[in-house]
């Protein structure tokens, strides 16, 4: 019988300080799948990518672990984390995890309601919202939207389709700017295609990423960025970091006047 290497946890911890009271007009991002920081050269890397980022948005992200300083003494970023699941064994929380200049003034997740395969484990969809940089009187009352996710796998389409919907929901009453990212797992494609129907339903627009597929994700792109009311500036895939299984992928955004 194999013996059970995770557990569940199902948990939200905020960690560091804020350096700002507001996010925008112009918002840097980091979009990465940090694969649970097991690769040498990891944290110098990190420290290199999250310079001048308002918004870092990582999948794979682990707790309690020699990196908890980065996060717990931040004084530049705040840093929200719903972990899924834990190894019993060495007691690493792993989930996502949203980093931002201006504190959250709302923050909630949502579990998938089934199960990955052999580790019995859930994933997690985190949203955190933040007060905005008037550019024009529309944006006055607004804020932004962060949807930060890592899909479930290994799981037929129909349990896919059933978290992607939970990723959705998030933002079904959210009128102001939206910035939805993360792994989504689209390494098919009627996954794909899914996914795209959903975006184009809720006014979403996908973010144009030029690279190349990798072997190892099916030659299938796993990371994607969609947004509303922001204007894309650049976007910039960082193929020379190899800390990671996944590239980060840095992007400059504008609030839309």
């Not at 929200?80 to 060495?90: L, N, P, Q, R, T």
């Not at 201006?102 to 859930?122: G, L």
């Not at 890592?150 to 939970?166: C, D, G, P, Y």
């Amino acid at each position: 019988m194999m013996k059970k290497r995770f557990s569940a946890v199902e948990s939200l911890k905020v960690m560091g300080s804020a350096s700002k009271q507001v996010i925008g007009p112009d918002i840097n991002v980091l979009l990465w799948n940090v694969f649970k920081c097991k690769r040498k050269g990891w944290q110098g890397d990190f420290i290199s990518l999250i310079e001048g980022k308002d918004l870092i948005l990582l999948q794979e992200a682990i707790l309690n672990s020699p990196f908890d300083s980065l996060f717990h003494h931040s004084s530049q970023h705040q840093w929200i984390m719903a972990s899924s699941f834990k190894s019993i064994k060495s007691n690493v929380e792993t989930g996502v995890k949203t980093g931002s200049r201006a504190e959250a003034s709302r923050h909630f997740f949502s579990v998938s309601e089934h199960s990955e395969p052999i580790s019995n484990t859930k994933k997690m969809v985190l949203a955190t919202e933040y007060p905005l940089a008037s550019v024009s009187d529309s944006l006055l009352e607004s804020s932004l939207l962060v949807i930060n996710t890592h899909m479930i796998n290994f799981v037929s389409f129909e349990k896919f389709r059933a978290h992607l919907n939970q990723a959705f929901q998030a933002f079904d009453h959210h009128h102001g700017p939206i910035l939805l990212a993360g792994d989504f797992n689209t390494w098919n494609g009627k996954r794909m295609a899914y996914f795209d129907a959903m975006a184009r339903s809720s006014l979403l627009k996908e973010v144009p990423i030029t690279r190349q597929p990798k072997l190892g994700h099916l030659l299938r792109h796993l990371d994607h960025i969609y947004c509303r009311g922001l204007d894309v500036v650049d976007v910039n895939v960082h193929t020379d970091v190899y800390s990671s299984d996944h590239y980060p992928i840095s992007l400059s955004l504008r609030l839309t006047e």
